[in-house]
C-alpha cells in the first residue's frame, strides 16, 4: 500500500484556467486495475422482495451487474473528460447485509494504457444502484445510496493506493 502524498494540482485545466483533456501520450502502457464500492439501504421488506427475486422488473441484481458493466464500458461518454479507454475486465460483485437492509456493489475494472480506471470503476458502482433504485423504486422511494468511493487502484507511475478508510465504519 502506498501512501504517497496527493498533487496538489487539478490536471484537467491549462495554465490559463481553461478546461482540457490532460495529455498522456508521453505515459507508459501498464496494466491498471480499479476497485470502487458504494451502497443502497432500504427497507427490509425491499431487500426481501429482491432476495426472493420475485420484483416485477425482473432479476433485480442480475439487470443491475449488466448496467454497471455497460456504464463502464461508457464512461468517457457521460464524464466529458475522461479518456475512452480499451476495458480488458469488468466485474460486479453484489454483497447483501441483511441485518443492515443494505446491498454493497463492488467494481472491479482493468486496462492495459496510459491512464486509470478509477472513474469506469465508480461509474459502474453508481449505475449498478442507481438501477436498483429503479428497479425497486415502486415499492420503496426512500432508498439511500451513499459511500460510492475508490478503495484501490494499482499500475502507472504513482503505483499502487489503497484506501485508508474502513468501509463499515467510516474511520480510518
Same mark, same amino acid.
Given at each position: ?15 490559463? /484556467?481553461? *478546461?482540457?483533456?490532460? @495529455? %498522456?501520450? +508521453? ?5 491498471? $486495475?480499479?476497485? #470502487? ?15 426472493? /427475486?420475485? *420484483?416485477?422488473?425482473? @432479476? %433485480?441484481? +442480475? ?5 454497471? $458493466?455497460?456504464? #463502464? ?100
Amino acid at each position: 500500500m502506498t501512501t504517497e502524498a496527493q498533487s496538489t494540482e487539478l490536471t484537467h485545466f491549462d495554465q490559463t /484556467g481553461q *478546461a482540457h483533456m490532460v @495529455d %498522456v501520450a +508521453g505515459k507508459q502502457d501498464t496494466h491498471r $486495475i480499479a476497485v #470502487a464500492s458504494g451502497m443502497i439501504r432500504m427497507l427490509p421488506a425491499t431487500l426481501a422482495i429482491i432476495m426472493q /427475486g420475485n *420484483a416485477k422488473k425482473g @432479476d %433485480v441484481l +442480475g439487470i443491475a451487474r449488466i448496467a454497471a $458493466i455497460m456504464a #463502464a464500458k461508457r464512461t468517457s461518454d457521460l464524464i466529458p473528460l475522461c479518456h475512452p479507454l480499451p476495458l480488458t475486465r469488468v466485474s460486479i460483485d453484489f454483497n447483501i447485509v441483511a441485518e443492515k437492509a443494505m446491498i454493497i456493489c463492488t467494481a472491479h475494472a482493468e486496462t492495459i494504457g496510459k491512464t486509470g480506471v478509477e472513474m469506469e470503476a465508480l461509474t459502474a458502482v453508481q449505475i449498478g444502484l442507481l438501477t436498483i433504485y429503479d428497479m425497486c423504486k415502486a415499492v420503496d422511494r426512500g432508498m439511500v445510496m451513499s459511500d460510492i468511493r475508490v478503495l484501490e487502484k494499482h499500475g502507472g507511475k504513482s503505483g499502487d493506493w489503497t484506501s485508508l478508510i474502513d468501509t463499515e465504519s467510516g474511520q480510518a
